[in-house]
């Protein structure tokens, strides 16, 4: 298990759940606060908002859900990336990304796996921290492996939401069924957007099943 290390190099990190965090030239602590787990859904759309990446897949899909029930959208983005949604777009800086750095071995420590492009998928990691930072509850389409983690960079997204203990869901696309994040596991289930600021990220590879999974998630959280 990882010890109390997530840490950006500052002099007297502050902790957040257990861990250090620490950023470029000020400390980081999740946004939370904003959103706190009292602040539960009032079914109107209007009052919630996604943070996302905008890419084609899952990413997109959960923006093209978020337009047709009325939720506000944010998709971060930085120079030389490339999304297929421009509703929402908000362009990181190089200090912003900065904030969002870590360790490539403390990645690769959580992932249980190693990168080949390391600077390339830094960029993704730093782009990832922002939005699990502003979005309270977490959810993600792609594949639970037998780790526990999700494959490919959606990965990260789903190991910040357990470290900043977030409401954490993922749909795997092989078992085609949800699964909540409860007492170090995951439990199968079918959530609901419950709080006001929510992340939604992904696989790429998005079939129909996966698709389907993310429709219905906005239905049954903002049909009246």
Same mark, same amino acid.
């Given at each position: /298990? ?29 946004? %939370? ?6 602040? #539960?859904?009032?079914?109107?759309? =209007?009052?919630? @908002?996604?943070? =996302? ?13 978020? *337009?047709?029930?009325?939720?506000? *959208?944010? +998709? ?5 990336? @490339?999304? =297929? ?6 362009? #990181?800086?190089?200090?912003? /990304? ?13 992932? +249980?796996?190693?990168?080949? +492009? ?12 922002? /939005? ?28 910040? %939401? ?19 994040? /409860?007492?170090?596991?995951?439990? *199968? ?16 590879? #998005? ?5 389907? %999974? ?11």
């Amino acid at each position: /298990m990882l010890s109390a290390v997530f840490c950006f190099f500052w002099e007297r990190p502050p902790c957040v759940g257990g861990f250090a965090v620490c950023g470029g030239s000020r400390p980081v602590i999740p946004a %939370a606060n904003h959103t706190m787990k009292g602040e #539960l859904r009032m079914g109107k759309g =209007s009052d919630f @908002k996604l943070f =996302s990446g905008g890419l084609n897949g899952a990413e997109a899909e959960f923006g093209v859900q978020s *337009e047709k029930w009325g939720v506000q *959208e944010v +998709n971060f983005t930085y120079a030389g990336h @490339k999304p =297929s949604r421009d509703r929402g777009l908000v362009t #990181l800086t190089p200090e912003e /990304m900065q904030r969002g750095d870590i360790s490539m071995e403390i990645v690769c420590m959580r992932m +249980n796996r190693s990168y080949s +492009n390391a600077e390339a998928i830094r960029k993704v990691m730093q782009m990832i921290f922002h /939005m699990v930072n502003n979005g309270f509850q977490v959810f993600a389409v792609g594949w639970i492996q037998s780790d526990d983690t999700v494959k490919g960079g959606t990965g990260w997204a789903v190991e910040l %939401a357990k470290l900043f203990n977030r409401p954490l869901s993922v749909f795997d696309q092989d078992r085609r069924a949800w699964f909540t994040w /409860m007492d170090n596991g995951w439990v *199968e289930s079918v959530p609901v957007i419950e709080h006001k600021t929510f992340v939604g990220t992904g696989t790429r590879h #998005l079939g129909e099943d996966g698709r389907r %999974a993310v429709a219905e998630l906005f239905e049954r959280s903002f049909k009246s």
